[in-house]
């Protein structure tokens, strides 16, 4: 059974710095492109980061040029390093990932159980 699992959250000042890692496990044959979501109290989940098996990179427009995403393919492990944090960053951060397991002809999009970062001003 494939498996997301978080790690890295927790309570940083403003302007501080998280790095988040979220590793894909189980038997896998190919993992496809990896991300990042959050959502924020009272607010819809929405898309922070993704990054393809080609690691082409997306962002959205609020963390450009403060959060950087990268992968280890070898690992099936996506990372992101989120720098220059403001309060409005709190909020719970989900791995995402489309893969296709061992056993299946088709890829599916999977989600981690999530992990909170809080900003504190």
């Known amino acids: 059974q494939v498996q997301l699992l978080e790690s890295g959250g927790g309570l940083v000042q403003a302007g501080g710095s998280l790095r988040l890692s979220c590793a894909a496990s189980?038997?896998?044959?190919?993992?496809?492109?990896m991300g990042w979501y959050r959502q924020a109290p009272g607010k819809q989940r929405e898309l922070v980061a993704t990054?393809?098996?080609?690691?082409?990179?997306n962002y959205a427009d609020s963390v450009k040029g403060r959060f950087t995403i990268s992968r280890d393919n070898a690992k099936n492990t996506v990372y992101m390093q989120m720098n220059s944090l403001e309060p409005e960053d709190t909020a719970v951060y989900y791995c995402?990932?489309?893969?296709?397991?061992?056993?299946?002809?088709?890829?599916?999009?999977?989600w981690g159980q999530g992990t909170q970062v809080t900003v504190s001003s």
């Open positions: 995402n990932a489309n893969l296709r397991p061992s056993g299946s002809l088709i890829p599916y999009t999977y």
């Open positions: 189980g038997s896998i044959v190919k993992v496809n492109y």
């Open positions: 990054i393809t098996g080609g690691s082409s990179t």
